[in-house]
């Protein structure tokens, strides 16, 4: 298993189809953070949903004018299905063809089950990573780690001008 | 080890006595099966552990996989304003199958509250605020689903199933007897 690309890289560039009839280029949210959640497949178990639980904090993420993607090797009429039965409200990007070429530059493909790892990328508003991690595949990550670095990101103004504002505990920081 | 960013404090509802070495907290939705499952279980925990241990119930509704998820923690929470918190939290899980608005206001006639109080509460969101602190506070100590339960403020990574958690508790229990022993 490769590693996957960490703090100070270049976040590679991209275009996916997010709609069966629109594309998502990386560039075009620059000037903005940008969360990138690699996950292995839609249709995952529901109660421990790793994209159900991001679905719940879209708000917090507005809080830092980050955008929200997911990405996985599923198709687009698969993710639009996926979306609409979960009530998703964020894109889901189709790494579909070349299967997982975009997860492969960003280390986060498993080779021998031709899926995307579970990895997480906070990218600041210059498309360069400022944090990313990747989870035991079953393990679903939460969000913890993805808050603690755009409350970071936020606090060196790397990311944005201003935080409207943080939840109580977005001070404290312990190790992961 | 991932562990509790937000302490129990006044505002939480706390099941027990408030001296007990060991504090179980639970992040839940009244419409997760797992949840539902769990219900009995912690109660026979605190069964067993009596006085040794004190219970904490903190909302975590997917709303958007549970469409009631919400309006019943905010039940509970209007419940709780009545200091009836835990008979809802009992009556919600036990009856977790025709989970719903007829429900909801069913406990509360049980329970001898207002169904047009409980109505204004739910239609202006007057718990609504109340119920995603939890939530977030639950976000930021990496909770990923539920039910999570913290054992004195460390994740427990088992499953809900009883012998795991009297495990976690026991040990919870032993450290605290050696760290008072120093």
Redesign the interface.
Known sequence: MGRILERGSIAPGFTLRVTPDQNLTLSELTGHPVVLSFYPADWSPVCGDQLALYNEILDEFQKYHAELVGISVDGAWCHAAFAKARHLHFPLLADFEPKGAVAKKYGAYREGEGVCERALFVLDKDGVIFWSYRSPIAVNPGADGILDALDEMARRGDGHDHVESTSGTAGSRSGR | M??L??PVGPRDHVLGDEHAPVTLVEYG?YE???CGRAHPIVKEVLRRFGSEVRFVFRHFP????HPFAESAAETAEFAGAHQLFWKMHDGLFENQFRLGLPLFFELTKLLGLSTSELQTALETGAYTPRVRSD???G????????PTFFINGHRHDGTYELADLVLSIDNALMSVSTSAGD
Do not use: A, E, Y
């Not at chain 2, 997917?62 to 996989?65: E, F, G, N, R």
């Open positions: 991932t562990m960013k937000v939705d997760c099966p797992h997917l709303t958007q996989i939530f977030m506070g976000i930021r100590s990496g909770v990923n689903g539920t």
